[in-house]
């Protein structure tokens, strides 16, 4: 498939980069001619090549895939923020507290801690591009579930955000 972007020697890090969706944005990214540059907790073999195993919720551990990838390729260009955690789908009365937690945290702080990390590169380079995943969940919101909607509609006020 030709997407008519042409995004030779682009940059790109893509978070939750090495399964489901973000697999298949760092394949399209690759396909347009940008290095993309998986950022996953758990990173597969696959990966490793040109991947950094990273949790979007460790400021420091960002920071350091920061220098990483400007040590390797010198910049960062386009930033896709596709980490995500869905959680449980059950009655908010039965949602587990810590689980709730922990989906804002990886969606919608991990999102904000990846863009205050990568912004000021972008900046410096004086180019740059981010994509935050969201979700119809975060607009219409999920039955049953609550935090991974909350979360969401998070992310799409955050990126309007950053904006504008």
Known sequence: MHTGHNLADRVAVVTGGSRGIGRAIVAALRR???????????????????????????????????????????????????????????????????????????????????????????????WGRIVNVASLAGKEGTPNASAYSASKAGVMALTKSLGK
């Open 32 to 126: 347009a001619g940008a290095i993309a540059v998986v950022w996953d907790r758990d990173l597969p073999a696959a990966d490793a090549t040109d991947g950094i195993a990273v949790d979007v919720t460790d400021r420091l551990a960002l920071e350091g895939a920061v220098a990483t990838v400007r040590e390797r390729h010198g910049r960062i260009d386009i930033l896709v923020n596709n980490a995500g955690y869905a959680g449980s789908t059950v009655p908010v009365v039965d949602y587990p507290e810590d689980e709730w937690r922990r989906i804002l945290e990886v969606n919608l702080t991990g999102t904000f801690l990846v863009c205050r990390t990568v912004v000021p590169t972008l900046v410096a380079n004086g």
